[in-house]
């Protein structure tokens, strides 16, 4: 089955998903490092939202959900000092490489969020 999406406006919101593994002796630190990053991320102009998960079964894994509005908010928020801060704070913190995907919206439609 092929999905016609052409009736829609092109997508134009932006989603990364960003899952990490956490060293076991930081998780509180990470917690709050991530939650100080999210909550300065969330005034920037071009985020619609950031949110932090935790793995139900595995306490030491988590998942970043951030909406953009456009590509270029995501360029723009790498500029900001409180993600080079969090950036460089928990990168010592991980047990692994940060895993990181981009994805496009779909639904629900841009002008909802």
């Known amino acids: 089955m092929t999905l016609d999406f ?3 406006a092109p997508p134009t919101v932006q989603i990364v998903v960003v ?3 956490v060293k076991p002796d930081f998780v509180e630190a990470f917690v709050a ?8 991320s969330r ?3 071009g985020i ?3 949110d932090l998960h935790r793995q139900i079964d595995d306490p030491l894994r988590f998942l970043l959900v ?3 509005r456009t590509p270029e908010a995501i360029a723009a928020h790498k ?3 409180h993600y080079r801060i969090w950036r460089d ?4 913190m991980m047990a692994q490489p940060r895993l990181r995907t981009e994805y496009t919206n779909v639904s629900p439609r841009d002008d909802a969020w």
């Open 66 to 68: 951030e909406v953009y």
């Open 19 to 21: 899952q990490v593994q």
């Open 79 to 81: 500029e900001t000092d």
């Open 33 to 40: 490092a991530t939650e100080a990053n999210a909550a300065a």
């Open 6 to 8: 052409s009736h829609r």
């Open 48 to 50: 619609v939202r950031f």
């Open 43 to 45: 005034r920037e102009a």
């Open 89 to 92: 704070t928990v990168g010592p």
